[in-house]
């Protein structure tokens, strides 16, 4: 049955609209900040095939609309009326879940007996056991360090909630009560898209309703390619950088060529490093997942700004993702930083996809999400107070005819801040200040978003701070067009005293009352000529705080007198070309030595060896090349001698590899 325009519209904004009440209900009852206020969760519909055919446009999170329920559906065997399926394993879910935090419940909506659709609904726990409070390290180095994992199983039977997998749950969580209060709020979301289900059937009939739900997501698909087909055919390739595998070790790689065919759009990820030890790593099992895929379905929705939010939007999408590699790795690799990686992937499709765009892709975004977190004695008996503080992230990247968004980055989400008197009532900090970065956002014709800064007291002993996925310290946020890179993230401890310490990424920080801590998050990527920016536009970001006097002389070359335009300095200043480069020094010193094409080949020549083998062939061939380079390479550069001798070091140890994978 297809359905007329006029009763799929209709029904197209009734399911977005229960979905959105899902979340609101979800959200009114939840037990912590980072679900009453942050908003890490989201709630939706599938269809038969385990797919989303609706979707919230204005609550939760945004990036999840491709995640598919089938797996988990099909692992627990035959449904029936007030069943719910939990789970949080990225590996037996297939994707549904990305890191075990991420609890996920589905429940079969029935019709006269037969399913007629799934509500699904996930929200982020505040800890679900593992080797630190929050269950999130960077460093760990398998998925068994994280927490406990929860394959696909009934939480609830026939409606009674399985008493022994809610013991289990709470005994594997330093919060299990906050735990059980979100578990329950979104059990309460489900039996409110389970009535309003219900409502809508019985207004327009189970048929109708059914073939909206195919309807919906191929309308959806046809939409989504019509708008692909306004980006010129061709493949296109960039890459990109995460700093480190956990703070310490090497950069990792993200290479993608990108290929566009009438309305089609593939995703090649040959070229990515192999997956590493660290939790770093995007469980995407080789699908146009959601981690890999949403700035494409950014850009259907910006050209597009009506089309539905449902699984239609990945139609025209495909992927190749290497197995073993960091964007599809393989059990039991760690995948609990995995949102750090996915920001990456974003930057690395703004970077592929500005080519085909010129005037609509934007320069790199902060490339940074820090949700800080606060672990503390409970203040009534024991067990501790486990919370995110913050979300921390840097600004958009500028794109032609916009400056980005400063303090805000939507990059993978759309979280909220958390209210700095909510944060102060739930947890032994004092917020001494939050606000933006200045000079943080890159320079250009149109200037990259400022990044955010925050500075908190520690009220009480015994207390740790996390703050993960913290990125963006090495490689600076790159400019495009001739745009400047934004400023690079920085952590302190106790800035300001005679024991300030500047902290780098950070696993667990041990900190006592009266301590201080202060983090910086990058600015986005400018866009165009620096010299080219309104002189009056640079102006009003000095009056608005968003740059000082000093950098828009520097970097502007915009001259000023007691808040006022020197129009002769300016235009002196502007006769030469700006200083600076796309990318930033550091960037540019690493590509000297390690040059796109020659990362293809030697990647090529990892690949080919066993999986086990490749991080300590990889690790040891980098030691050989590094050991040519300064101590603090890429930060500090390197002379040509010292570059040209680098290069020979890795192209022998490529053709040594290659060697021993034909042997």
Same mark, same amino acid.
């Given at each position: ?5 006029v009763t799929?519209e209709?029904?197209g904004n009734?399911?977005?609209a229960?979905t ?5 209900t979800?959200?009114?009852t939840?037990r912590?900040?980072?679900v009453?206020?942050t ?14 055919? %609706? ?6 999170v945004s990036g ?10 099909? %692992?627990?065997?035959?449904l ?9 394993d990225?590996?037996?879910s297939?994707?549904l879940a ?6 996920q ?12 659709a799934?509500?699904w609904?996930f ?5 679900v056991g593992?080797?630190v409070p929050s269950?999130?390290s960077?460093?760990?180095?398998d998925?068994?360090?994280e927490?406990?994992q929860?394959?696909p ?5 026939a409606?009674?909630m @399985?008493?022994d997998?809610?013991?289990l749950?709470?005994? @594997?969580?330093?919060t299990?009560d906050a735990n059980?209060?979100?578990?329950r709020?979104m059990?309460?979301a489900?039996?409110?898209g ?11 009939g &189970?048929a109708?309703?059914?073939?909206a739900q195919?309807?919906?997501? %191929?309308y ?12 010129p055919?061709?493949t296109?390739?960039f890459? $990109?950088y ?17 290929t ?5 759009i ?9 997956q590493v030890?660290?939790?770093?790593n ?7 997942h959601a ?5 494409i379905?950014?850009?259907?929705c910006?050209?597009d700004?009506?089309?539905?939010l ?9 992927v190749t993702?290497?197995?073993g590699?960091?964007?599809?790795p393989?059990?039991?690799? &760690? ?13 690395t499709? @703004? ?9 609509t892709m934007?320069?790199a975004?902060g490339g940074t ?9 409970a ?6 107070n486990?919370?995110?503080i913050?979300p921390?992230?840097g600004g ?9 968004a400063?303090?805000r980055d ?5 979280l909220? @801040?958390?209210?700095?008197?909510t ?8 917020i001494?200040?939050y606000?933006?970065?200045p000079d943080?956002?890159?320079a ?11 500075r908190f007291?520690?009220l009480?002993?015994d207390?740790?701070?996390l703050?993960r996925g913290m990125?963006r ?9 001739g ?9 302190l ?13 950070i $696993? ?5 009352a009266?301590?201080v801590?202060a983090?910086?998050?990058p ?5 165009g000529?620096p010299h080219d920016?309104?002189?009056? %536009? ?7 705080g968003?740059?000082?006097?000093d950098?828009?002389r ?5 001259a000023t007198v007691?808040g ?5 300095a300016t &235009?002196k200043?502007r006769a ?7 990318r930033?020094?550091e960037?540019d010193a690493? $590509?000297?030595v390690?040059?796109?094409?020659v ?6 020549a990892?690949?080919?060896?066993p999986a086990?083998t490749?991080?300590?062939r990889?690790?040891r ?8 380079l300064p ?5 500090r ?5 010292a ?5 020979t070091?890795l ?7 290659s ?5």
């Amino acid at each position: 049955m297809k359905l007329d325009p006029v009763t799929l519209e209709i029904l197209g904004n009734k399911v977005t609209a229960l979905t959105e009440e899902m979340c609101l209900t979800l959200q009114r009852t939840g037990r912590t900040l980072y679900v009453k206020e942050t908003a890490d969760f989201a709630c939706a519909l599938a269809g038969l095939d385990g797919r989303f055919f %609706a979707y919230p446009r204005g609550i939760g999170v945004s990036g999840f609309v491709g995640l598919d329920c089938k797996t988990t559906i099909d %692992a627990v065997g035959a449904l029936e009326p007030g069943d719910v399926i939990l789970t949080n394993d990225p590996y037996r879910s297939r994707g549904l879940a990305t890191h075990l935090p991420d609890l996920q419940v589905i429940e079969p909506y029935f019709h006269d007996g037969k399913i007629v659709a799934y509500g699904w609904a996930f929200l982020h726990a505040s800890d679900v056991g593992g080797k630190v409070p929050s269950s999130i390290s960077p460093t760990n180095s398998d998925i068994f360090q994280e927490g406990l994992q929860i394959p696909p199983l009934k939480l609830m039977r026939a409606g009674t909630m @399985n008493a022994d997998v809610a013991l289990l749950f709470q005994a @594997n969580s330093r919060t299990p009560d906050a735990n059980m209060g979100d578990l329950r709020a979104m059990l309460a979301a489900l039996a409110a898209g389970r009535r309003r289900v219900a409502q809508t059937i019985a207004q327009h009939g &189970a048929a109708a309703w059914l073939a909206a739900q195919q309807d919906l997501v %191929a309308y959806a698909g046809r939409r989504a390619a019509a708008v692909l087909r306004q980006v010129p055919n061709g493949t296109y390739r960039f890459s $990109d950088y995460l700093d480190d595998e956990a703070g310490q070790g090497l950069p990792v790689r993200l290479a993608l060529a990108v290929t566009l065919d009438d309305g089609a759009i593939h995703l090649d990820f040959t070229g990515t490093d192999p997956q590493v030890a660290a939790a770093i790593n995007i469980p995407s099992h080789g699908q146009p997942h959601a981690w890999l895929t949403l700035r494409i379905l950014s850009l259907v929705c910006t050209l597009d700004k009506s089309v539905p939010l449902n699984a239609g939007l990945l139609r025209p999408i495909s992927v190749t993702a290497p197995e073993g590699s960091l964007v599809n790795p393989t059990a039991p690799a &760690a995948v609990g930083v995995r949102h750090a990686a996915a920001v990456r992937v974003n930057d690395t499709l @703004n970077g592929v996809l500005g080519q085909a765009l010129t005037q609509t892709m934007p320069a790199a975004s902060g490339g940074t999400i820090i949700p800080v977190v606060v672990a503390e004695p409970a203040r009534h008996g024991g067990g501790q107070n486990v919370q995110v503080i913050e979300p921390m992230v840097g600004g958009t990247g500028a794109r032609w005819g916009r400056d980005g968004a400063d303090g805000r980055d939507s990059s993978i989400s759309n979280l909220a @801040n958390n209210p700095v008197e909510t944060v102060e009532a739930e947890t032994g900090v004092e917020i001494e200040h939050y606000g933006l970065r200045p000079d943080s956002g890159g320079a250009g014709q149109w200037r990259g978003g400022c990044g955010q800064e925050i500075r908190f007291r520690i009220l009480h002993d015994d207390t740790l701070v996390l703050a993960r996925g913290m990125e963006r310290l090495k490689f600076r946020p790159w400019g495009a067009h001739g745009g400047r890179p934004g400023r690079s993230a920085q952590l302190l401890l106790n800035p300001g005293t005679p024991h300030a310490r500047e902290l780098g990424k950070i $696993d667990t920080l041990s900190v006592v009352a009266g301590d201080v801590i202060a983090l910086f998050t990058p600015g986005g990527g400018g866009w165009g000529s620096p010299h080219d920016r309104d002189p009056q %536009a640079v102006l009003l970001d000095i009056a608005r705080g968003l740059i000082t006097a000093d950098s828009a002389r520097r970097d502007y070359g915009v001259a000023t007198v007691d808040g006022t335009l020197d129009a002769d300095a300016t &235009a002196k200043l502007r006769a030469t070309a700006p200083a600076g480069s796309e990318r930033g020094p550091e960037r540019d010193a690493w $590509d000297a030595v390690f040059a796109p094409d020659v990362l293809d080949r030697f990647n090529a020549a990892l690949y080919a060896l066993p999986a086990a083998t490749r991080a300590r062939r990889r690790s040891r061939a980098y030691a050989e090349v590094l050991a040519l380079l300064p101590d603090d390479f890429p930060r500090r550069g390197a002379d040509a001698d010292a570059i040209a001798a680098a290069r020979t070091q890795l192209n022998a140890a490529i053709d040594m590899l290659s060697e021993t994978s034909t042997a």
